[in-house]
């Protein structure tokens, strides 16, 4: 995700991906959103970014966040604000290199509203909505910009969702796929 120019900052090898802790930049507020690399940052020194990949959020306990307006705010922060920032920042660096690839992960619980996670979907939601309107805004500028939206995945944030499903789960059922029978 280095520039078009990685060929001269490969390692001895011939690999780049031993460049890869050095493509670090900062998504920041100041007079405008702005994409500000860090220190020795390889982007910058191979003359920009090509692609960008968007990846962060947090899924919040449901219960509490549906409950207390502090709680659905710092997700909905997490979720959007800072996700639609960093990408409107990108997409905006990318629109004046005039190219451009920028992924936004965001979750297949933003396509519709679900009672077991609303404050999280809503928050999915506006990325995806705004993933959309921004592509259809830079369509014929040489950017691309497109939303990914998995299923549910078990990873460190899902880990809870897993461990309460797995809770409830009646023992027949793990006694059957012990025994390889499903």
Same mark, same amino acid.
């Given at each position: 995700?280095?520039?078009?120019?990685?060929? #001269?900052?490969?390692?001895?090898?011939?690999?780049?991906?031993?460049?890869?802790?050095?493509?670090?930049?900062?998504?920041a507020?100041?007079?405008?959103?702005?994409?500000?690399? =860090?220190?020795?940052?390889?982007?910058?020194?191979?003359?920009? /970014?090509?692609?960008?990949? &968007?990846?962060?959020g947090m899924? @919040?306990?449901?219960?509490?966040?549906?409950?207390?307006?502090?709680?659905?705010?710092? &997700?909905?922060? !997490?979720?959007?604000?800072?996700? $639609?920032?960093?990408?409107?920042?990108?997409?905006? /660096?990318?629109?004046?290199?005039? =190219?451009? +690839?920028? &992924?936004?992960?965001?979750? &297949?619980? @933003?396509? #519709?509203?679900? $009672?077991?996670?609303?404050?999280?979907?809503?928050?999915?939601?506006? +990325?995806?909505?705004?993933?959309? !309107?921004?592509?259809?805004?830079?369509?014929g !500028? @040489?950017?691309?910009?497109?939303?990914?939206?998995?299923?549910?995945?078990?990873?460190?944030? !899902?880990?809870? +969702?897993?461990?309460?499903?797995?809770?409830? #789960?009646?023992?027949?059922?793990?006694?059957?796929?012990?025994k390889?029978?499903?």
């Amino acid at each position: 995700v280095a520039s078009g120019q990685a060929e #001269r900052a490969q390692a001895g090898d011939g690999e780049v991906r031993d460049l890869t802790p050095n493509l670090n930049v900062t998504i920041a507020w100041g007079n405008g959103w702005r994409v500000l690399p =860090s220190n020795g940052c390889l982007p910058t020194r191979l003359g920009g /970014l090509d692609a960008a990949l &968007v990846a962060h959020g947090m899924l @919040g306990d449901n219960d509490k966040s549906a409950r207390d307006a502090a709680r659905a705010e710092q &997700v909905l922060h !997490t979720n959007f604000v800072s996700a $639609g920032a960093a990408s409107v920042a990108l997409a905006t /660096l990318f629109e004046g290199r005039g =190219s451009g +690839v920028l &992924v936004v992960i965001t979750s &297949v619980a @933003g396509d #519709r509203g679900r $009672g077991s996670n609303a404050v999280y979907g809503a928050s999915k939601a506006g +990325v995806i909505s705004l993933v959309q !309107t921004t592509a259809y805004s830079l369509s014929g !500028t @040489g950017v691309r910009i497109n939303a990914v939206c998995p299923g549910l995945i078990e990873t460190g944030m !899902t880990k809870p +969702v897993f461990d309460r499903a797995k809770e409830r #789960r009646p023992k027949q059922l793990l006694v059957k796929k012990q025994k390889n029978e499903f």
